[in-house]
Structure formats: C-alpha cells, structure tokens
C-alpha cells in the first residue's frame, strides 16, 4: 500500500542550530511531493514541492528539500532554525500513477529550545 | 484576496447527532477538499469536488459526505456522529482539478479547520 514515513515524531533542536527532517515514501514511479507546515490553531501551508527537474528544491522561511529517488526520500532542511519555525511539519505524496489522492505523512513536531 | 474561510471553528455535537460543516474557498478556486486530522490518524483525505463534481474520495464511511454548490463554496455531512468522528476537519482550495491534473496550479491553500468533539 502507499504510505508515507515520518520517522520522527518528536524533534527539538536550538535555536540557530541546523534541521533536517526526514520523509520516505514508498510509490513505483515518481510522485510529486511536498511540505506543508502546521502552526498551532491553523491550517497547513507549503513550504515547498518538487514536481519534476532539480531535485533540491528551494521553499519558503529558508526551508529546502532534496528529492533522493534511489532512497525514496524527502528529507527537508533549513541551516539555522529561528523560535518561529517552532511548529508541526508534514510531508505529503501524489501519486500521479495512481489516484491523485494526496497522502499526508504522521507528521513531526519541532520544539525550538532558546 | 480573503484565504479559506471555514464555519463553524468550533462545535459540540453529542453522539448520534449529525453536522455540517462549510467551505469558502479562495476567489477563482474550483477545487474544494476536505480532510480529517486527528492525533491518531493524522490528516487524511476525505474527499475532493471540482465544479459541483466529487472527484475523488477517501476511505470512509458513508455517514461522511459532502457537496459542492455553483459557487465553489463546499459542505461536509457527518450523520450518526460517533466518538471518534472528534478531530479537526480541514478544508482546502486550489486552481486545478487535481494536484496531478493542475501541476502548480494544483497547489492547495488551507483553511483553518473546523474542530468538532463528540461528546
């Protein structure tokens, strides 16, 4: 079946120290991806997505992602975390192949400690 | 432009009673879709409608329905509520018809949500 990994469900990291958090999917073909992020009490926002071509995408709020097909990840990065990204992350999958339902992963929680 | 406005934010229903919650998409969006996220689960797709048309639909039951009117604007129905139906329900807009269909234009823009505890 489709799925989505995130393995982490918890992270926390300090302020001004360097992110990564990690996506695997498991599709045949090439999917579309994205990002979206989830501050208290709101809805979700793209941060990025890779569609096709260069597999480092660059998002909004400093964020990246790099799109490793032979490991089937996502893994999502930033250099240097502000108090702000302080939030729940999602990754998400199309598989164009498929449906085009758009399968949301578990997402991971990032705690900033000052 | 206003985003994704979603009625009501907050709701108590009681099992076994039913609700109904609404969309507003963004000025221009054709494509409305709904999610359920909750703790356990996560965000999962619920369904999604294009011009008055359900386009897709996720696994769930069928007290879980929902419709499009001529303006873009969508409802969600949940009858016979049961306590697990408790979650945040998440609506979204976007261009195309779907993500794959629509590329870019594909992109979903969120509402806020709509939390609903079964009591």
Redesign the interface.
Known sequence: AQSVTQPDIHITVSEGASLELRCNYSYGATPYLFWYVQSPGQGLQLLLKYFSGDTLVQGIKGFEAEFKRSQSSFNLRKPSVHWSDAAEYFCAVVDLNRDDKIIFGKGTRLHILP | KAG?TQTPRYLIKTRGQQVTLSCSPISGHRSV?W?QQTPGQ????LFEYFSETQR?K?NFPGRFSGRQFSNSRSEMNVSTLELGDSALY?C?SSLAP????G??TG???????SRLTVL
Do not use: I, K, P, R
């Not at chain 2, 779907?98 to 269909?101: D, E, N, S, Y």
């Open positions: 994704v879709s999610y996560g965000l999962q797709f897709n996720g998440l979204a779907t993500v794959a269909a590329g870019n992109e979903l823009f969120f509402g806020e949500g």
